[in-house]
């Protein structure tokens, strides 16, 4: 049996910018990527801590060392500058294998630079 199991977390980003008329998806910059082993194209899922809007989407690298977080094309209407997002991906795995998983997640400070990391 596969079960559906938290990948990577990314704690408490900023969103940076919003573009409406961009093809949807997040921006993210490449150097939190890689920190939470997500790539691009990957599914994520994105929780607004500051309005309880939750959503699917992708993700698109943004410049390494930029702190862009950006929310595109529809997810535009779900955030604003400023807002606190909670991004996660999720992995499927046997149950023998997820017992003894462990995500990867990803603590930022209010400019979006890693403070920490498990």
């Known amino acids: 049996m596969l079960r559906t199991i938290l990948k990577s977390k990314i704690q408490k980003a900023v969103v940076t910018e919003c573009n409406l008329e961009y093809s949807g998806s997040i921006t993210i910059t490449s150097d939190i990527l890689d920190a939470a082993d997500i790539i691009s194209n990957e599914k994520v899922q994105v929780v607004n801590l ?69």
């Open 50 to 118: 500051n309005n309880g809007n939750r959503i699917e989407t992708y993700v698109i690298p943004g410049r390494k060392g930029s702190g862009v977080i950006g929310m595109n094309g529809g997810a535009a209407r779900c955030a604003v500058p400023g807002d606190r997002l909670l991004i996660m991906s999720y992995v499927q795995m046997e149950t023998k294998d997820a017992l003894g998983h462990d995500p990867k997640i990803i603590y930022l400070d209010t400019n979006n630079k890693i403070i920490d990391k498990k």
